[in-house]
């Protein structure tokens, strides 16, 4: 090829190459189609959080979260997802509906210690102990196999002696002091756990300079007289929290401890609601002042 052919074939390309930005600069650029936002992340399923966001969980459960600290109170008892844990009476299954989840997606067992159904068994208990069975057997695939024994005046085990790595108290011991059954529950618990295994206690407090009703008929309990109990049985108090502590709650309402939500009374227990009182300043305190306490079983 000569000179001037290579020189022309070197301008035509020159020149297409040309026409060819012109032409790409004249076209609209063409945008890259949206991506869909990505869905928020939530928590991991079979974690703590997951059971504590259950969607199984009712919304009047879930509104009580701001006052029952959930996720906080069984973070500092040290539940995990393979122990065995002893829920002494769960009544309505409030952290059942947390607890069996959890440790059924972690490959953990679960007991409730439910309201022994003896010949003087109140009905309303038997019939929260049999709303609750029911609801657990009616789906296994999501709280597993749960153990269900019964606590009470003259029951049994609550749990193989020896098993357990925790045993939750959740605001009944003032309950067992009112039956005199107080101290039973806490040589159960010991006697359920492993050496080394916790005793999980949430209770109504009452105030250190006020004297202790043996009763406890206002719901209210000193932390010393808990830990007194908790000792006798041969606990070692590890720690306590101020987790569920209420600093609003006055502790001298007319009907003791369950004036307060979420029992609510307007009258004495076992009387008709009366709907001249008012509730006001009650509803305003929110839920009651709670200790909140470690125990460990010695090794």
Request: hydrophobic share 45%.
């Amino acid at each position: 090829m000569s000179e001037r052919s290579t020189r022309r074939a070197v301008l035509a390309g020159a020149c297409m190459a040309a026409f060819a930005g012109l032409a790409a600069c004249g076209k609209k650029e063409e945008k890259a189609a949206p991506q869909a936002p990505a869905a928020p992340a939530g928590p991991a399923e079979g974690s703590l959080e997951w059971a504590v966001a259950g969607p199984w969980r009712s919304a009047t459960d879930k509104a009580r979260d701001v006052w029952r600290h959930p996720l906080e109170t069984l973070r500092f008892f040290g539940l995990q997802p393979r122990m065995t844990v002893v829920d002494f009476w769960p009544g309505s299954g409030w952290y059942v509906e947390i607890l069996a989840p959890y440790l059924n997606k972690g490959g953990g067992t679960l007991y409730l210690a439910g309201f022994a159904e003896e010949p003087a068994a109140e009905p309303a208990q038997v019939a929260i102990n049999n709303a609750l069975k029911a609801r657990i057997l009616a789906d296994k695939k999501l709280y597993g196999d749960v153990q269900f024994t019964a606590f009470g005046p003259t029951t049994g085990p609550v749990a193989p002696a020896g098993t357990a790595d925790l045993v939750l108290f959740m605001r009944y011991i003032h309950a067992w002091m009112a039956a005199g059954i107080a101290e039973k529950a806490f040589a159960d618990a010991f006697a359920a756990l492993r050496p080394g295994g916790v005793l999980g206690v949430e209770q109504h407090r009452l105030q250190p300079d006020e004297d202790q009703d043996p009763a406890a008929a206002n719901g209210y309990v000193q932390e010393a007289f808990v830990k007194q109990l908790a000792a006798e049985a041969g606990f070692v108090f590890v720690e306590a929290s101020e987790i569920n502590a209420n600093p609003a709650d006055t502790k001298d309402h007319p009907f003791g401890a369950d004036t307060l939500a979420p029992v609510r009374l307007t009258a004495p227990m076992g009387q008709p609601a009366n709907p001249e009182f008012d509730r006001t300043k009650y509803d305003a305190i929110g839920e009651s002042d709670r200790m909140t306490l470690k125990f460990r079983k010695p090794e």
